[in-house]
């Protein structure tokens, strides 16, 4: 795949984790990147998104205040630092890259996206 996401793992409430999402024979300097996630109880959840330019960044209600994207251009890499975890967080964590940007929310117009990281926040 194209992009792909690293960092997730185990973690007890109030943890805090940073997830990766790299990108091969990708340029991110021509895309928006999103982070979202997925459980089989909650389905999909929009978690943060980031523009191309860095200058606008949408997060999801749930992770306002604790979670923070960032995206290095140069090394083509973006960041999601989470921290105060919560066991709601629990999730597969999924980045992807795309050339469409909603102002309101991240949205779900990708043109690649990644296989997945597990996150397990313990309480």
């Known amino acids: 795949a194209p992009v792909m996401e690293s960092g997730g793992g185990s973690v007890q409430a109030g943890g805090s984790l940073t997830l990766s999402c790299t990108a091969s024979?990708?340029?991110?300097?021509?895309?928006?990147l999103f982070w979202w996630r997925q459980t089989p109880e909650k389905g999909r959840e929009e978690v943060s998104c980031i523009d191309r330019t860095g200058g606008r960044i949408l997060y999801g209600d749930s992770v306002k205040g604790r979670f923070t994207i960032s995206r290095d251009d140069a090394k083509n890499i973006m960041y999601l630092q989470m921290s105060s975890l919560e066991p709601e967080d629990t999730a597969t964590y999924y980045c992807?890259?795309?050339?469409?940007?909603?102002?309101?929310?991240?949205?779900?117009?990708?043109?690649?996206w990644g296989q997945g990281t597990q996150v397990t926040v313990s309480s």
């Open positions: 024979g990708l340029d991110f300097t021509d895309y928006n």
């Open positions: 992807a890259a795309g050339r469409s940007w909603r102002d309101r929310r991240c949205g779900n117009d990708y043109d690649y």
